[in-house]
């Protein structure tokens, strides 16, 4: 034994990118490879060594009734347990499923439903087992990855900011695509992290990352409402990669009721943005 | 009910991956067929990869043999499945490639690419010359990032005997230290045009957010042109490995295009004198729902058999179409011309790779920003379909739009879905070359064989196992997720 620490990857539901934000971390990878021992990271190689483990990811959600099991078993094995992404810590874009009837889904999707054994909903690790930290966005930024990881093996307490991607793109002197384009952003609620990409690249932002701390989607929702949008169209914005994130689901809810009240008394105006 | 003992507890990986540290027989697959099959013909072996490890996503390899007969063999892939057609359904257009995106943190550009061209179908949109060159510098950058992965950190470590490519630095640290720059590169020019390596965010219905400066890409053309010559002799590098002899008849299918190396655009062609235009995939091939898979598999229509797609198919339907320098490469190592060895496909990713560098130079070389960063257009009630070249092979995706421009019907065939019945098949043909190994040989050159078509589990649907008993021996509950029920 090396008396490095002990690291392990473990995926659930997701598509991967998350964990491969390591590997895309070519500066510094073999650097990390060295300082800690490799225990448990299919991906990247075939030696699998049992736990404990004393740093470990988890990527993806939870969707299945054996994953529920085993993310019960990565954490008995796991002294500081952190997740990875959207779908760790949010359930991810295949949480839409929360909303709809899975059996529907499955029919969609597969001409033999009967094959497939799946929960009706995807939901987020931490709603199963003590989550120690958490790390934003669809997909992680690797070198915020690389930045915790660094903290851990030097034994600090890791941090990473969490104030709105809106303040990211004034220090990036961004120009407002709100203000100045009229264009749909979340960005005033978004975790930070990402960078403040979209709008750097003239689109609004979508929310990769969550919701930031103490945001008030609520309160950007209706000011888009008073200027004109109505409440269906806001819905998908919520509703998206973190759409199951708490502060994001209830408000997604409230947009929907709100559609459905407007429907029923006939008040729906235009659709055009 | 072999599912159902994959919830057993215990570490089959223990046995064969700690045992497993031994270098793979140098000659995979050629050991004397006679030497132990005798005492071997009446027992009843279960070979079971528990988790293929080195490919994205999760599935499993169970193959049982009586005697030499093999009884059962299924690729078993039992990555959860993520439902993206259905909620796509109802989803406005133009989230549709931020959405599929997600389907593979690998080889999101491919998911982004086929939707916006089976939109631009639908809604009847053309897009102009520039952003179509953009948009093939896009997918170079994936394909540069995808090849260089597999080669480097994935697939060579089985033909030098390593674990992992990080182990692999140990003793290579020249080869892999390029590589990790080739991949680096390839990241970069996501990054720069795309926003971001992983799930870009510039990819829009009609063309770009926006479109780079001159300067942006421009800074990009000295690491481009050091990488046409790096991967040069990172493919003379792996044409030199020792590989299997293994050959297979396979049917060869990749999409073509009179001009150009197929990336966004083309026919399906075959090797078989099969030609269609892309949308008319689902008329010669059709998805099949099998028990043990949560990805369907695809087959040919006609009579339900497997076809190969992937590096070694394009390189072989299109390798006049090659860039002059992958084509010089490929002459000079004496690439067969129709290569039929699957592990090969690792030297057709290293000639793909050549030719993404030097095609993205080139583009990056005479850039100049187009006037508008996008065609608008006006949503319509339409259908429409397209197929792109992914790094692993073809990917189709077909869809419907009512008149609000919200989706009302979504199909995605991805590259692995449509290999999964070859490697079924391929493994079928290796297993009696293979019996007299030991289980944990066995095993290993199963993955092996299973990893040299770069397997992307989570675009299909999303990881692989593999499992080797000869007798009981239960599964470990971390490595071994199942959620596939048995056949009823």
């Not at chain 1, 975790?191 to 930031?212: K, N, Q, T």
């Not at chain 2, 390029?178 to 926003?195: A, F, M």
């Not at chain 2, 800074?219 to 297979?248: C, K, M, N, S």
């Amino acid at each position: 034994m090396s008396g490095k620490p002990r690291l392990a990857v473990f995926k659930f539901a997701s598509c991967d990118g998350c964990q491969l934000s390591l590997l895309d971390a070519e500066d510094e990878l073999l650097a990390i490879a060295g300082a800690v021992e490799i225990a448990y990271f299919l991906e990247a190689s075939s030696r699998v060594l049992p736990g404990p483990y004393d740093v470990t990811l988890v990527e993806g959600s939870i969707t299945t009734p054996h994953d529920a099991e085993r993310i019960q078993e990565v954490r008995r094995q796991s002294k500081f347990l952190m997740t990875i992404g959207a779908c760790a810590t949010s359930g991810g874009i295949q949480a839409l499923r929360n909303w709809a009837s899975s059996e529907e889904y499955l029919r969609a999707v597969y001409a033999r439903p009967e094959y497939i054994r799946t929960l009706s909903t995807s939901t987020a690790i931490a709603d199963h087992v003590k989550v120690d930290f958490e790390l934003r966005g669809c997909p992680i930024n690797h070198h915020q990855l690389v930045e915790v990881l660094s903290s851990l093996i030097a034994g600090r307490t890791p941090r990473t900011p969490n104030h709105s991607v809106c303040l990211d793109c004034k220090r990036r002197g961004t120009v407002c695509v709100t203000v100045a384009q009229g264009i749909p952003c979340i960005g005033p609620v978004t975790h930070a992290g990402c960078g403040a990409l979209c709008p750097h690249f003239d689109r609004g932002c979508y929310g990769c990352y969550g919701p930031a701390a103490q945001a008030n989607p609520s309160s950007l929702n209706d000011w888009w409402m008073q200027h004109g949008h109505a409440p269906q169209q806001l819905v998908p914005l919520m509703r998206n990669f973190n759409g199951y994130a708490p502060s994001f689901r209830s408000e997604s809810e409230r947009l929907e009721r709100m559609a459905a009240t407007s429907h029923s008394s006939d008040q729906v105006g235009g659709n055009d943005k | 009910m072999t599912n159902e003992t994959s919830t057993d507890r215990v570490l089959p990986m223990e046995v064969r991956r700690v045992t497993g540290r031994q270098r793979p027989t140098r000659h995979g697959g050629q050991s004397n067929p006679w030497a132990e099959t005798k005492a071997m013909a009446s027992e009843t072996r279960t070979i079971r990869i528990e988790a293929l490890a080195r490919v994205e996503g999760e599935g499993a390899l169970d193959i049982r043999l009586e005697g030499d007969r093999i009884e059962e063999l299924k690729l078993r892939i039992y990555e959860p499945p993520r439902f993206f057609e259905a909620f796509l359904c109802g989803r406005p257009l133009e989230e549709v490639p931020d959405i599929t995106a997600r389907i593979c943190g690998i080889c999101p550009v491919a998911y982004m690419m086929t939707s916006v061209h089976a939109l631009e179908a639908a809604l009847g949109v053309t897009v102009p010359s520039e952003i179509r060159q953009l948009r093939r510098l896009l997918y170079c950058g994936e394909w540069i990032e995808s090849h260089a992965l597999h080669m480097h950190l994935l697939h060579a470590p089985d033909f030098l005997g390593y674990d992992s490519g990080l182990e692999m630095a140990r003793d290579y640290p020249t080869e892999l230290g390029r590589g990790l720059r080739l991949k680096k590169h390839g990241n970069q020019l996501l990054e720069t045009l795309g926003g971001r390596a992983i799930h870009p965010i510039n990819v829009a219905v009609g063309g770009f957010y926006r479109c780079p400066k001159r300067d942006e890409l421009a800074a990009l053309i000295p690491d481009f042109e050091w990488g046409v010559q790096a991967a040069a002799e990172t493919t003379r590098w792996i044409a030199g490995f020792p590989y299997p002899h293994f050959e297979r008849p396979y049917e060869m299918i990749a999409l073509s295009h009179p001009d150009e190396y197929p990336m966004n655009e083309g026919r399906i062609v075959s090797n078989s004198g099969l030609s269609l235009p892309a949308s008319d995939f689902e008329t010669e091939f059709e998805e099949i729902h099998v028990p043990h898979s949560t990805a369907l598999h695809a087959a040919r229509r006609r009579d339900g058999s497997s076809y190969l797609v992937g590096p070694l198919a394009r390189v072989t339907l299109n390798r006049d179409r090659l860039s002059p320098t992958a084509r010089r490469v490929a002459d000079e190592i004496a690439f067969e011309p129709s290569c039929r060895n699957p592990y090969k496909s690792l030297i057709a990713r290293g000639l793909e790779l050549i030719h993404a560098y030097e095609e993205a130079l080139q583009i990056l070389t005479n850039y100049a920003p187009p006037r508008t960063s996008r065609v608008t257009y006006k949503p319509r009630a339409g259908e429409g379909a397209a197929a792109t070249e992914a790094p692993r092979g073809m990917l189709y995706h077909r869809y419907r739009i009512d008149e609000q421009g919200k989706i009302a019907f979504a199909t995605i065939v991805p590259p692995t879905s449509q290999n999964q019945r070859q490697i079924e098949e391929d493994l079928r043909h290796l297993i009696p070359t293979i019996l007299a190994e030991t289980d944990d040989n066995l095993g290993r050159q199963c993955e092996r064989l299973v990893r040299s078509y770069d397997p992307c589990i989570s675009c299909s649907t999303h990881f692989l196992k593999i499992h080797i008993d000869r007798g009981e021996r239960s599964l470990d509950p971390i490595a071994s997720p199942s959620n596939v029920t048995p056949t009823p």
